[in-house]
T-cell receptor
Framework: SQQGEEDPQALSIQEGENATMNCSYK?????LQWYRQNSGRGLVHLIL?????REKHSGRLRVTLDTSKKSSSLLITASRAADTASYFC??????????FGAGTQVVVTP | NAGVTQTPKFQVLKTGQSMTLQCAQD?????MSWYRQDPGMGLRLIHY???????DQGEVPNGYNVSRSTTEDFPLRLLSAAPSQTSVYFC????????????FGDGTRLSIL
């Protein structure tokens, strides 16, 4: 069963716009992680947010976590064509055994 | 550093054949794991290992075997391939601490006819 559910399933934006995607999960977690996957490649780790953290930033990425609502969001600011990829949230309940959502496909057009 | 290396990148098998997917990491990570990725779904955990000689089942272990004789290598074996095992397989590794990101290989695309 999937622990994380991303919303929306697909997102199409223009360069310079912001992209926001959401993740909901069902049970308590140690941390929540966001990954990016370019077509035909493996997953690349973006940000890890611990269960006792509420917000985290990394460059143009901003992640929030609301454990009371069991939800997280990933914001990509000033998007670029190179941000075109699938984005996955993954919850870590126990020592690295991740449960992934189905992902959000983001297309950024020049 | 090469990171996590998976071989082969592509493979086509016939039903009933066996094969081993190779995974090696050069980061001295204790934790290694195998996931499969199917269309429209997130990755699902097959097996994982917290160190040499220690393995355990994940969410979807049936039809797969693993062993961990060294820290670097974590092969995944399909004993008798079935069409339902057509998928993209990813190996990942990390330090064995809580709150560690996973490092993924580029995957093996496996088709079973």
């Amino acid at each position: 069963s999937q622990q994380g559910e991303e919303d929306p399933q697909a997102l199409s934006i223009q360069e310079g716009e912001n992209a926001t995607m959401n993740c909901s999960y069902k049970t308590s977690i140690n941390n929540l992680q966001w990954y990016r996957q370019n077509s035909g490649r493996g997953l690349v780790h973006l940000i890890l947010i611990r269960s006792n953290e509420r917000e985290k930033h990394s460059g143009r990425l901003r992640v929030t976590l609301d454990t009371s609502k069991k939800s997280s969001s990933l914001l990509i600011t000033a998007s670029r064509a190179a941000d075109t990829a699938s984005y996955f949230c993954a919850t870590d309940r126990s020592w690295g055994k991740l449960q992934f959502g189905a992902g959000t496909q983001v297309v950024v057009t020049p | 550093n090469a990171g996590v290396t998976q071989t082969p990148k592509f493979q086509v098998l016939k039903t009933g054949q066996s094969m081993t997917l190779q995974c090696a990491q050069d980061m001295n990570h204790e934790y290694m794991s195998w996931y499969r990725q199917d269309p429209g779904m997130g990755l699902r955990l097959i097996h994982y290992s917290v160190g040499a000689g220690i393995t355990d089942q994940g969410e979807v272990p049936n039809g797969y075997n693993v062993s961990r004789s060294t820290t670097e290598d974590f092969p995944l074996r399909l004993l008798s391939a079935a069409p339902s095992q057509t998928s993209v397989y990813f190996c990942a590794s990390s330090r064995q601490d809580s709150n560690q990101p996973q490092h993924f290989g580029d995957g093996t695309r496996l088709s079973i006819l």
